[in-house]
């Protein structure tokens, strides 16, 4: 029972922990790091991806412009999408290094990492307990 629960719950919380950590260092990193700016949608690239051991999906990387340091650069984002979800001449917030301005992360890109391995941990935490409690009645029944 107590096996069971650390197997599983171990895991919960380091994925816990280490959801939370990311997303402190991403915000402190955006703080001090880079810059700040909005950028257009003008498009998608269309990129297959393995998504699994044999199908291939189409995915959707974002072409941005925006401006930095007086030039405008249009660079193709290492973030994608599943599913199209912006229209052209819509706004981004994204991030961008002031040393190689080319280099950029968007907004959304680092919450919804972070985000993903809080829900990961919780999850196992979840199915830990449930596991737990379980092995508890068979065991004490």
């Known amino acids: 029972m107590l096996a069971c629960f650390l197997l599983i719950g171990i895991p ?8 939370f950590i990311s997303s ?11 810059v700040r700016a909005e950028a257009v949608f003008t498009g998608y690239k269309k990129v297959r991806r393995k998504s699994g051991m044999y199908s291939v999906k189409d995915t959707y990387q ?5 401006m930095a340091d007086a030039r405008q650069y ?10 199209p979800r912006l229209t052209p001449g819509d706004t981004v917030v994204i991030f961008y290094d002031p040393n190689k301005p080319q280099r ?5 890109e ?3 990492g972070c985000a993903g391995l809080v829900r990961l941990g919780i999850l196992l935490l979840l199915f830990a307990a449930v596991l737990s409690v379980i092995a508890y009645i068979i065991v004490f029944r």
């Open 12 to 19: 919960g919380w380091l994925s816990i922990c280490i959801g």
């Open 24 to 34: 402190w260092r991403f915000k402190r990193r955006e703080q001090t790091e880079t």
């Open 62 to 66: 974002p072409i941005l412009r925006y």
């Open 74 to 83: 249009n660079v193709t984002s290492s973030y994608y999408h599943e599913q």
């Open 104 to 108: 950029i992360r968007l907004e959304e």
């Open 110 to 112: 680092s919450a919804e």
